[in-house]
């Protein structure tokens, strides 16, 4: 059933007709109804995508609290989550004969700003992983602006995550997690 709003000249929302009227973000869109044939065989490219996209919704799912606040402004009228998203299956997501894998190196809990770090030093002893840093006072004009946002991805999916958002600042220099050692 469709709806207008603003009397019988508003805009539309709902199926009217074969086309399906609705409104995201604040921007009225329409789109055709879409004619599903269950019975296709999907071909080997869509099997491939749609298992990258799997892959990467389920590695980045556990991140979503963080990649909402690391993307929330990286793309105009796109959600942080479909931002961070896009940016992994583009950037992140590799596959070989083995199947989908995470470039670790390339993966990104953020976008937009470049860092204000100029060295950073992990250790671990005794369950406790350690990061220390230092940056530069003149490239940050406000250091209590930044605040620590600690993340353990392990390469094993079967690991949890592991991280914390604290409420230090980048003059603290140090931030500690404990992480289990796994058996």
Known sequence: MGR??????????????PLVYYKWKNIDCVRSRPKVNKNRKLSVDEKKN?????????????????????FHNYEQNRTAFNS?????????????????????SLFHI?????????????????????????????????????????????????LTICGDVLNRDLTHKLEDMVIPASA
């Open 110 to 158: 953020s976008k937009g700003m470049e860092s204000p770090l100029t060295v950073a030093t992990l250790t671990y002893e005794d369950s406790i992983l350690s990061c220390h840093w230092d940056y530069d006072p003149k490239t940050v004009k406000n250091a209590a602006f930044f605040r620590t946002l600690f993340i353990a991805i392990p390469e094993d999916q079967n």
């Open 84 to 104: 961070a998203m896009s940016y992994t299956l583009h950037n992140v997501v590799q596959s070989d004969d083995d199947g989908f894998h995470i470039d670790h």
């Open 4 to 17: 207008t709003e603003n009397g019988p000249m508003g805009s539309a929302s709902g199926k009217i007709g």
């Open 50 to 70: 749609r298992g990258k996209f799997g892959f990467a919704q389920n590695f980045l799912s556990p991140l979503k609290a963080v990649l909402a606040l690391g």
